[in-house]
Protein backbone atom coordinates (compact mmCIF):
# COMPACT_ATOMS: atom_id res chain seq x y z
CA UNK A 1 0.00 0.00 0.00
CA UNK A 2 1.81 3.65 -0.99
CA UNK A 3 1.56 6.58 1.11
CA UNK A 4 -1.13 8.18 -1.13
CA UNK A 5 -3.58 5.09 -0.20
CA UNK A 6 -2.88 5.39 3.13
CA UNK A 7 -3.50 9.34 3.25
CA UNK A 8 -6.69 8.72 1.21
CA UNK A 9 -7.94 5.68 3.05
CA UNK A 10 -7.44 8.13 6.76
CA UNK A 11 -8.69 11.38 5.37
CA UNK A 12 -11.80 9.88 4.48
CA UNK A 13 -12.36 7.76 7.48
CA UNK A 14 -10.81 10.89 9.85
CA UNK A 15 -12.62 13.65 8.05
CA UNK A 16 -13.83 14.68 11.63
CA UNK A 17 -10.09 14.90 12.86
CA UNK A 18 -6.82 16.23 11.58
CA UNK A 19 -5.44 13.01 9.62
CA UNK A 20 -1.87 11.96 9.07
CA UNK A 21 -0.43 13.50 5.96
CA UNK A 22 1.09 12.13 2.92
CA UNK A 23 4.14 13.17 4.40
CA UNK A 24 3.72 11.88 7.79
CA UNK A 25 2.98 8.30 6.32
CA UNK A 26 5.80 8.52 3.72
CA UNK A 27 8.29 9.61 6.83
CA UNK A 28 6.97 6.86 8.32
CA UNK A 29 7.29 3.86 6.17
CA UNK A 30 10.92 5.45 5.65
CA UNK A 31 11.93 4.50 9.12
CA UNK A 32 13.48 0.70 9.73
CA UNK A 33 11.56 0.22 12.64
CA UNK A 34 8.02 0.51 10.94
CA UNK A 35 5.64 -2.17 9.77
CA UNK A 36 2.48 -1.84 7.58
CA UNK A 37 -0.16 -4.45 7.40
CA UNK A 38 -2.72 -3.95 5.11
CA UNK A 39 -5.96 -5.43 3.57
CA UNK A 40 -7.20 -3.94 0.44
CA UNK A 41 -9.24 -1.41 2.19
CA UNK A 42 -8.05 -0.98 5.70
CA UNK A 43 -4.00 -0.45 7.30
CA UNK A 44 -2.67 -0.47 10.73
CA UNK A 45 0.82 1.41 10.74
CA UNK A 46 3.15 0.81 13.73
CA UNK A 47 6.33 0.25 14.77
CA UNK A 48 8.66 -2.36 16.95
CA UNK A 49 11.02 -1.11 19.47
CA UNK A 50 12.71 -3.79 21.24
CA UNK A 51 9.86 -5.85 22.52
CA UNK A 52 7.07 -3.43 22.18
CA UNK A 53 4.82 -2.70 19.24
CA UNK A 54 3.33 0.47 19.00
CA UNK A 55 0.36 0.98 16.82
CA UNK A 56 0.52 4.57 15.00
CA UNK A 57 -2.32 4.50 12.89
CA UNK A 58 -5.17 2.12 12.15
CA UNK A 59 -7.43 2.98 9.46
CA UNK A 60 -10.46 1.58 7.02
CA UNK A 61 -11.46 2.97 3.85
CA UNK A 62 -15.30 4.04 5.06
CA UNK A 63 -17.07 2.07 1.90
CA UNK A 64 -16.16 -1.04 3.83
CA UNK A 65 -16.28 -0.05 7.34
CA UNK A 66 -17.80 -3.04 10.10
CA UNK A 67 -16.42 -5.83 7.22
CA UNK A 68 -13.64 -6.69 9.25
CA UNK A 69 -10.75 -5.41 6.99
CA UNK A 70 -9.38 -3.60 10.32
CA UNK A 71 -9.82 -6.45 12.55
CA UNK A 72 -7.71 -8.49 9.29
CA UNK A 73 -5.40 -5.44 9.20
CA UNK A 74 -4.84 -5.61 13.04
CA UNK A 75 -4.31 -10.05 13.15
CA UNK A 76 -1.50 -9.30 10.61
CA UNK A 77 0.41 -6.44 12.31
CA UNK A 78 0.15 -8.50 15.20
CA UNK A 79 1.77 -11.24 13.22
CA UNK A 80 4.43 -9.27 12.32
CA UNK A 81 5.09 -7.34 15.00
CA UNK A 82 5.53 -10.69 16.80
CA UNK A 83 7.69 -11.90 14.34
CA UNK A 84 10.27 -8.92 14.83
CA UNK A 85 10.32 -9.91 18.69
CA UNK A 86 7.56 -8.01 20.50
CA UNK A 87 5.27 -9.29 23.03
CA UNK A 88 3.08 -6.73 23.88
CA UNK A 89 1.40 -3.75 21.38
CA UNK A 90 -0.07 -0.71 22.45
CA UNK A 91 -2.38 1.78 20.93
CA UNK A 92 -4.54 4.69 21.46
CA UNK A 93 -7.72 5.70 20.00
CA UNK A 94 -10.16 8.81 20.74
CA UNK A 95 -12.19 7.55 24.16
CA UNK A 96 -15.35 9.03 22.11
CA UNK A 97 -14.97 5.96 19.85
CA UNK A 98 -16.71 3.17 20.97
CA UNK A 99 -16.71 1.52 17.81
CA UNK A 100 -13.05 1.34 17.58
CA UNK A 101 -12.66 0.33 21.54
CA UNK A 102 -15.04 -2.18 20.89
CA UNK A 103 -13.42 -3.64 18.40
CA UNK A 104 -9.64 -3.40 20.08
CA UNK A 105 -11.74 -5.39 23.16
CA UNK A 106 -13.16 -7.93 20.81
CA UNK A 107 -9.23 -8.35 19.87
CA UNK A 108 -8.22 -8.39 23.60
CA UNK A 109 -6.97 -4.94 24.39
CA UNK A 110 -7.26 -3.98 27.54
CA UNK A 111 -7.34 -0.07 28.69
CA UNK A 112 -4.27 1.09 30.59
CA UNK A 113 -4.48 4.99 30.69
CA UNK A 114 -5.35 7.65 29.49
CA UNK A 115 -3.95 11.21 28.00
CA UNK A 116 -6.39 14.13 28.72
CA UNK A 117 -6.97 16.52 25.74
CA UNK A 118 -4.46 14.77 23.37
CA UNK A 119 -6.55 14.89 19.96
CA UNK A 120 -7.10 17.97 18.54
CA UNK A 121 -10.49 19.10 17.00
CA UNK A 122 -10.56 21.01 14.06
CA UNK A 123 -14.27 22.54 15.79
CA UNK A 124 -14.51 21.59 18.95
CA UNK A 125 -12.57 20.23 22.27
CA UNK A 126 -9.58 18.36 22.68
CA UNK A 127 -10.49 14.52 22.75
CA UNK A 128 -9.15 12.27 25.92
CA UNK A 129 -7.23 9.28 24.44
CA UNK A 130 -7.75 5.77 25.96
CA UNK A 131 -4.22 3.98 26.40
CA UNK A 132 -4.78 -0.01 25.56
CA UNK A 133 -2.42 -2.70 25.54
CA UNK A 134 -2.87 -6.08 24.50
CA UNK A 135 -0.09 -9.36 24.75
CA UNK A 136 1.14 -10.75 21.78
CA UNK A 137 2.37 -13.92 23.51
CA UNK A 138 0.62 -16.14 26.09
CA UNK A 139 2.97 -17.05 28.90
Known sequence: MTPETMADIAARAY???????????????????????????????????????????VACDPDHQRAGQAAQALHLFHDQAAQHGAATVFLDVAAH?????????????????????????????????VLMSRALTQG
Open 97 to 129: NAPAIGLYTKLGYIPCGRRKGYYRQPDGPAQDA
Open 15 to 57: SHMRPWSLADFATALDRPVTLLAHTGHAFVLGQVIVDEAEILA
